[in-house]
């Protein structure tokens, strides 16, 4: 891959100095060096497959001011490289990203057989195609519930049998990868978001992965992330926005709706949405879910609960299935008329 | 207006501190006082016309741990005192908040009368039903293009005779006030939403003030400069959300859509969207305007420019006259079929 | 001024655009353009007195991918221009940015003449140099205390009186300019860091300026708003951090030490440090105090009143006259330690 | 431990809704309730061992409109119960958080045995009492430099033995715990901060972790996650504040120097200080460290390579061997001053 670097050099540096840093890159490196000398400052651009030129090495000599990299530094998630969209089939009956819109529905937390069946059946009627629900539960504090663990994968997998739903659930360490083998899309949560490790692993599966954002991760740290499962050689990645952190205390997470387009023009990957983590308040649930779809999302992911007030976790934010039903019509309504618009 | 205030006292007061506290806040305010002693701490509750309570006040007492109001602090714009909508009236075609969506449209700066009258009637033919246009232009350098300043009201003037739309220009210090006696909505900007004797100044008239949120501002913040407009007397207020600053560079802002549907919760106030400023990119604008109004936004407010290109500022966020058409068709037919949905 | 600016074309720019814009470029502006031609991007540098040449301009156009200046867009506050440091001299013995330390101390608000003179006294007995006093009170809420106005910019001056003491105090509109006349610095609030009449009107006069550094602005921004006020000639700047807003709201803001010598670095501007607003905690004014110190501050403004439970604004983050004199010693003593270090 | 929850319940709950919900409360949990009605609102005071109360359980009840916690939400880092100093012993002479100020430095990546060897000899010449070296490295590009990795544990442990310095270095998963055993001090990166399941079996050994405060990780959620380790038994743990996450783009990261104080008061456990990953910038570590031992760190983490230029990672922000030396002296000068002045 082609790459441009643009390095400003000190105005202090000699004539000398930068002959000698010149000559240094030419015999390093498989570039053409550009050189443009105005009166404070001297720049050169550098052309070539710089990738293996570590911008670091650059930023880091002494007689450099500045160094900034033109091209993005993801390859297999970037849309120049990949132009037509990438679809992860699921399932015979659900592929993300091929213009269709899926939702992922269910509990926070796996709580028991009734419970899960329960709720997957009647999130079901209502329109999900795919069931969610938490086995393993990062929690910020030690003391409190932290799933059923494999016990909570059995049961995602008695609901499964009996709907039919594709189920999507969370790994939290690289070693339960191979418990993960028969689910059928693994979450990364945004707090492993950088646990490469982890990400690096699963690019050796062909798993479908769905990749939730950093709290405070960039647009670019997260299609680097990406990177990592797709360097492995598994490209079915689907990005998940959940909410970024900002200064406002309102909402849990301020859902950034921008990403969802901004993502979708610099990578071939699906987007989905997730309103219930990024409000943490189910009545904004319903306006964040009609946000993310008019701004192209390929998915929803939302937290349904048959009883909020008796959730082991998130009840907070869950919708019950009366309320996910409702929110559910309207939504895919909204789809069909920005379909008809198209 | 009741409002109730918590307490908490440092493990280390003394009942005789406490008591002397609570005898002296008693004293001073017509307010009852309700006292847990737990093993560890003591609260306080303090309800009844504690309006008059600094809150500073008990934050710097010396057993006070901490102090926490209940309540807003906003009262005019707040919706528990006010359950209606409120809709500000702008002309008899044009009422803001009545459940209709407006698109004020316009560029950046007014730069000469054939190009604000050109743009207006443009705009206009493609559904905006108010014209946007800078005269006095806040800039972060200050070499660059200060607006055309009254010429620039003058000419927008003309614009409205040509088409009929109604104006909304920005203004920037409180003695023009007067020069804007006859511009239909007074803007007030991002960076002007603490410029608080300006805002108590549009408080004593009774223009349409359309009032931008801060860079950094809180909901709670941008209520509480609502409130100081309608503590004078003046209740047209209309909210803008214009993207708050993030860690995130890609855009210029991030937009914050979560911030409609909780305005409307918390307020009475009506609220429009500006996607051109919450990003910064022309080919944003669509994606995050169909966000907003899905969300539930009374209005948007958008740049067109005839020439993005030669625009005297804000090129890069200008749709041609040509992109605001297709852009607004797309919009109205949202609408549109949001309103059969409900 | 030499400005160098890089324009990353879009891939899809074919030779015959890419040549028109060039060509006018070279016509419109006086500028040497340079041109790297990449397999999948061209890269423009532009060397000249691009001065002129407005970003957006460029960033507006259809087939520009990117636009960066290479350089800072401040000329005036810049130390590139102005390698050696500014001192600003505020009366026979007080010299902001000379190598000494300056503690501007005294209460939030100026509340009668007995208050303020009693803390004039007892902060010039504890080493401070210049008394601090709000006579206009930028408050979040229109019910709060606003200050006693003019009222207090006469007490103040009696304080001074007494004292010898140079008074610096808040400006809030530029109508107050003329009545300000007779005060020592000039204090323009983190609110009105970017109220850009009122920078320019403040560029009119020769009087010393404290620059706050507004709630979310970067350096960059904080120096541009010192390059409005250097722009009409006015030299007599001085930068004052005072918190940033961030995620964490354990303190009111947090402050950004790093600011210190990063202004230092770029401007030759003097920099002193509020430790009472950037915590909003009276017992981290010490620590933050010390480590401002540390990182090369030209001074400090610390709020201090005499009775804090019954101050009428932010008692929670003022020290008592008393811990004011222990915060001092230890202060001047690190000073001292450090000077002798170096 | 008892905690305090206050619960605001909704201005629309029914008498009959209230007292449902008392009694449910009351029943379910071993809490005292307390009960205050205003003319609006009513608020509800839990007191008791609430600590089995989840907060969520309570903010997801129909008729709650919002619920706090008084209390912090950690027991075992917590001051409050335990108020004396926690210091973590490393070695015969080194101790953290005893008094004494701790420089540990080192070189972001171990890259071969002579690298490390020098730079240890030269750091403890100059002051160092602990080396400081990656093995395993967690790099936002899965195409750069990820460490010698188990290579590189031997390397230390090698320089460790020409030296006895104890040594310090990143762990980023769970499987990898036997192979640190021989570690001193295992240091958990910002990105693993709430890695639970890392934190976890981490506590339950006795070795000593520095945490690394997240990218935008509150001061509570990072106690928290010292809770975490400290849950299983493993008390000695030291806090690393290395920058967080702002909109401020000219550094790297921004250090919250205000985090030190704070969390010496909220907490009983040492805090060091990054100043390196904090401004990513080597020419900034002199002051920010001078900043951080002025506000009261217990130690610092300062990186040092003896050829920057060539470093495989992170050579922009690592001073050279002289470079350190100096810096070294500085601080250990303003050491020594602060502590004849206390």
Redesign the interface.
Known sequence: M?I?M?I?LK?SATPEEIQLFTDKLSSDYDVRI?R?D????T?L?L?GDT?TV?I??I????IVESV?R??E?YKKANR?FHPENTVVKISDSVSIGDGSLHIMAGPCSVESEEQIVEIAKSVKKSGATLLRGGAFK????????QGLKSEGLDLLKIARKETGLPIVTEI????HIDMFENVDIIQVGA??M???????EL?RTKKPVLLKRG??A????WL?SA??IM??GNDNVILCERG????????RN?????A???VK?LSHLPVVVDPSH??GKS??VE??A???????ADGLIIEVHND?????????Q?LTPEQFDAVSK?IF??KN??NV?T
């Open positions: 082609e441009i643009i400003v105005p550009n443009w105005g009166v404070h400052s720049v651009g052309i990738h570590d670091e090495y930023d880091a000599q002494d900034k033109v091209q530094p120049k990062p929690r910020t504090s030690p003391y409190a519930f939290m360490r690289t070693e707090r492993n950088q646990n490469f490790d982890l990400l690096r690019g709290l405070s960039t647009i670019e740290e680097m990177e990592y360097a492995g970024i952190r900002t200064y406002e205390t309102y909402t301020t859902l950034d709706v921008s969802i387009p901004i023009k990024a409000s009545w904004l306006p964040l009609m946000a993310a779809v008019a701004a192209g909020p007030p008796h959730a082991l976790s998130d009840g907070a869950s309207k309504a909204l008329a920005l618009d």
